[in-house]
């Protein structure tokens, strides 16, 4: 092993505190900069109210768009760290050549002259609430509204001691890094190299990133075995019980058309990897694999973290996720902050989060547009629910998919209500369903 494991964890410890401390870190723990933050004005701001939004995802494209069109009197400013927009909903189909990388990839600078906002490719470093000002690597910039759309990070930190080296335990779910890590994955599985075991485990399925994907792509991989006549097994570990959402439907999947390719285990609580000899250790027992993905369970983005916005579970412990007003979708103590996609925390205390989903952030990106948009014009705004729907696909010859849609209602004392429909009966129409949703929030953000 290279890494000190003493080391290591002395270090891991120090950076979660002064997240954890945001702003509020003593001076004494925090290293003197390299290079001093950037302090001339990236942008003078004007008479007309200004609107940063912090990430150009699914969320922040969706925002930025519509901001323009409903609040035309506003600048709009996207910054986002990537210069061009890959997609993470349908790179699972990427993986295995159902779609291309033109498919998934838009520049962001055509995107934003053809909507007439402002792109600005950089790291937001700092968000000072107080004189409300983003520091970025490029500049500062003052803002009157800002929309923090920075999406996730991964947490292998609760997931085990020591985080695996990511070249060898690819996740592939974040934007920017998940084009470089599907491209390892699709060239390992290309050379077969993806022989062996697999490994899913996704201990916080309530609040990781579309809970139903690690299933879909092991049955692509599967697939992909399948087809070429590698003797590969894809291993799920799951913490939880049994598979969810659409339990039945990916079951039946694995049953019938992998029987041979993929072993699901339940109760699998990841306890120890240990990525150099190939062994992990789970509360369903020990295994050996020949390529892992660890899927570890995710909280909102640094950026969430610097900026405050991240809340307080009953435990008294950060709860990894901006604290955000349920209905409004801006801070409980800020109210020209938004947060919206996956960085949101719990809603309901009956579901407690929104599905993290591509489809959930860009219902956000409109929701949230027009409660600036109405509040700019002196309105109250007019509070709405997103929806969210997400098709899986499970088989590859035929193209054949499954679905789970969520609907959302308030009840009398005000609380969000969730309803789950999940379609398990796999076939080649939500397929073709699944590419017109695509098109249709491809146009909607970037058209
Ligand atoms: C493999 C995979 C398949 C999926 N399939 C589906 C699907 O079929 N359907 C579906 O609805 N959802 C799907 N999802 C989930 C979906 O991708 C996410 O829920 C969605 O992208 C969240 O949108 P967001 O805007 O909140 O965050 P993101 O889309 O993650 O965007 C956040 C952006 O903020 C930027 N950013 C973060 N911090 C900073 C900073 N400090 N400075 C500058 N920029 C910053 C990041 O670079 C990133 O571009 C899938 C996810 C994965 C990983």
């Avoid at 930025?64 to 986002?80: D, H, I, N, S």
């Avoid at 060898?168 to 060239?187: E, F, I, M, S």
């Avoid at 999947?253 to 190939?278: G, H, R, S, W």
Wanted: hydrophobic content about 40%; proline content about 6%; charged content about 25%.
């Amino acid at each position: 092993m290279t890494l000190d494991r003493r080391h290591f964890l002395a270090g891991a410890a120090g950076a979660s505190a002064s997240l954890l401390a945001g702003c509020a870190a003593p001076a004494s723990t925090l290293l003197p900069p390299l290079v001093g933050m950037p302090t001339q004005t990236l942008l003078p701001k004007g008479a007309s109210p200004r609107i940063v939004v912090v990430g150009g995802g699914w969320g922040g494209l969706t925002v930025a768009k519509q901001l323009r069109l409903l609040a035309p009197q506003a600048e709009v400013v996207m910054l986002e760290r990537n210069p061009v927009f890959f997609s993470c909903p349908l790179s699972n189909k990427w993986l295995i050549d159902v779609v291309d990388t033109s498919f998934l990839t838009h520049d962001y600078l055509r995107v934003s002259e053809r909507h007439g906002y402002r792109f600005v490719q950089g790291e937001v470093l700092e968000v000072d609430r107080a004189t409300r000002r983003v520091v970025t690597t490029q500049g500062q910039l003052d803002y009157d509204y800002l929309v923090i759309a920075a999406g996730i990070r991964y947490n292998y930190e609760a997931l085990v001691r020591q985080r695996p080296p990511r070249r060898r335990c690819h996740q592939g779910a974040l934007p920017g890094r998940l084009r470089a890590q599907c491209r390892t994955l699709r060239a390992q599985a290309r050379a077969a190299r993806l022989q062996g075991r697999r490994l899913g485990d996704e201990p916080a399925a309530a609040a990781a990133a579309l809970p139903a994907q690690p299933y879909e792509r092991a049955c692509l991989v599967a697939r992909h075995f399948k087809t070429n006549k590698i003797k590969g097994r894809v291993t799920i570990l799951d913490h939880k019980p049994r598979i969810a959402p659409i339990g039945v439907g990916f079951k039946a999947a694995f049953e019938e058309l992998y029987k041979d390719y993929i072993t699901y285990v339940p109760n699998a609580q990841v306890q120890e990897v240990d990525p150099f000899n190939k062994r992990i250790k789970t509360s369903a027992g020990d295994m050996r694999f020949d390529h892992a993905v660890l899927m570890a369970p995710h909280r909102a983005a640094d950026i969430a973290w610097k900026a405050g916005t991240v809340g307080t579970g009953a435990d008294g412990k950060p709860s990894g996720w901006a604290d955000v007003e349920p209905r409004r979708l801006h801070l409980r103590n800020d109210d020209r902050v938004y947060v919206i996609g996956d960085a949101v925390g719990a809603v309901s205390p009956t579901f407690r989060f929104y599905p993290k989903s591509g489809h959930v952030a860009n219902s956000h990106g409109h929701i949230v547009a027009g409660y600036i948009a109405q509040r700019l014009a002196g309105k109250e705004p007019e509070l709405k629910l997103p929806d969210n729907l997400c098709y899986m696909l499970v088989n590859g010859s035929p193209r054949e998919a499954i679905s789970v849609q969520f609907d959302y209602t308030v009840n009398a004392q005000g609380v969000i209500e969730q309803q789950q429909i999940d379609d398990n009966d796999r076939r080649a129409e939500l397929v073709s369903e699944n590419f017109r949703w695509a098109g249709l929030k491809f146009e909607d953000m970037l058209a």
